[in-house]
């Protein structure tokens, strides 16, 4: 068991600062699912993702105190940093699971929290790329930076979904639904120019295209998403009434902008894996991948929402299902990947010791 225990803290040591995006692909394929009323798979995916939630919450607050080095330099790297706001997006999920389930005090709670997170990491990041960064471009950017919208836009959803359980504050919740969706849309315009500037204009490795380059697509299901929500707003207020064709527009776009780029991930999959020959095995950063096929997947299923749209429900389920198949492949492969480690750390701690050379002087 110590070898287990060891093998685990190194696992802490150098946890993925994105980890939590497991926890996001589990939320919003327990959504979907909800969406196309499975519901004993929701649920049970929705109690998995309050357990992988605090599990990793005490992970990484064990890689915080006792590791602290390791943190610090993930906290400094622009190529790194990005991967905590999956903290922040993990905890939207669950509010809005916990908020479409009829809770009502742990959405409001888990969105205080994340508000919190949210503010305190943008600014961090934002001082840290102005003050700090040396980096060029092509070794600073990658699709994990997208999370920052994913984070973004889950607020957006969380906040016009407690207007259902705080009506005295209707107004207040759905204007700050309203700016955190445009916010999350703005950051989305300035970081895929650069994300195309750095595809078009620099040489791409194979080992360039991680899968958090999925959150290209994945970052405007969700802000289509936060559209739908703000649009199916109960009793909206006048300023919503007033900004609801642009939103609705805007929404659309959206979608169809990130609907543009399934084929062209596919495409660079097949280039990645096929041609360039990378070995396919488990990453965590494939829950990056898992994680935009339950968000598209649920915008296609809100879209019907909006008149002339009504046919999307026909694929609807049938992409809920195809999430929640790549969710089942991802957490094999991170259980398999587990007793791997689990069997590889029990070899070695049983592996006899080989006894010192004597050295002898002359």
Not at 122 to 127: G, N
Not at 322 to 327: L, V
Request: net charge positive; hydrophobic share 60%.
């Amino acid at each position: 068991m110590r070898a287990i225990y060891g093998a685990w803290l190194e696992w802490a040591r150098t946890l993925y600062t994105g980890y939590f995006a497991c926890v996001m692909a589990t939320g919003i394929v327990s959504v979907a699912l909800l969406l196309c009323h499975v519901m004993t798979l929701s649920l049970a995916l929705w109690a998995a993702g309050f357990v992988l939630l605090a599990w990793l919450v005490i992970v990484y607050t064990v890689r915080v105190f006792r590791y602290r080095r390791e943190f610090m330099r993930d906290l400094y790297d622009p190529a790194t940093v990005f991967g905590f706001f999956t903290f922040i997006a993990a905890v939207g999920v669950m509010a809005t699971r916990s908020a479409l389930g009829g809770w009502s005090l742990t959405p409001a709670v888990l969105t205080g929290v994340a508000v919190i997170a949210w503010f305190g990491l943008t600014y961090w990041v934002v001082s840290m790329l102005i003050f700090t960064n040396e980096k060029p471009v092509e070794r600073a950017l990658n699709g994990a930076w997208l999370i920052a919208i994913v984070a973004t836009e889950s607020l957006a959803i969380t906040w016009v979904l407690l207007t259902s359980f705080m009506p005295a504050q209707r107004a207040t919740l759905q204007l700050l639904s309203y700016a955190f969706w445009t916010f999350g849309v703005l950051l989305y315009l300035i970081f895929i120019a650069l994300i195309m500037y750095r595809f078009f204009f620099f040489r791409v490795l194979p080992g360039d295209l991680k899968p958090p380059y999925w959150i290209n697509m994945g970052a405007m299901a969700i802000t289509t998403v936060a559209g739908v929500r703000l649009l199916d707003a109960v009793s909206p207020s006048p300023f919503l009434l007033s900004v609801r064709p642009y939103i609705e527009g805007f929404t659309v776009m959206m979608w169809a902008w990130g609907t543009w780029w399934i084929p062209l991930l596919l495409i660079i999959g097949v280039w990645k894996y096929g041609v360039a020959r990378e070995p396919i095995r488990y990453d965590p950063a494939l829950w990056s991948i898992v994680f935009p096929l339950g968000m598209y997947s649920t915008s296609l299923q809100l879209l019907t929402h909006i008149p002339g749209l009504e046919f999307l429900a026909v694929v609807g389920p049938a992409s809920a299902w195809i999430a929640f198949a790549a969710w089942t492949l991802v957490a094999a492969g991170w259980v398999w990947s587990a007793l791997t480690s689990a069997r590889r750390a029990l070899a070695a701690g049983r592996r006899p010791r080989q006894p010192e050379k004597v050295r002898t002087a002359y």
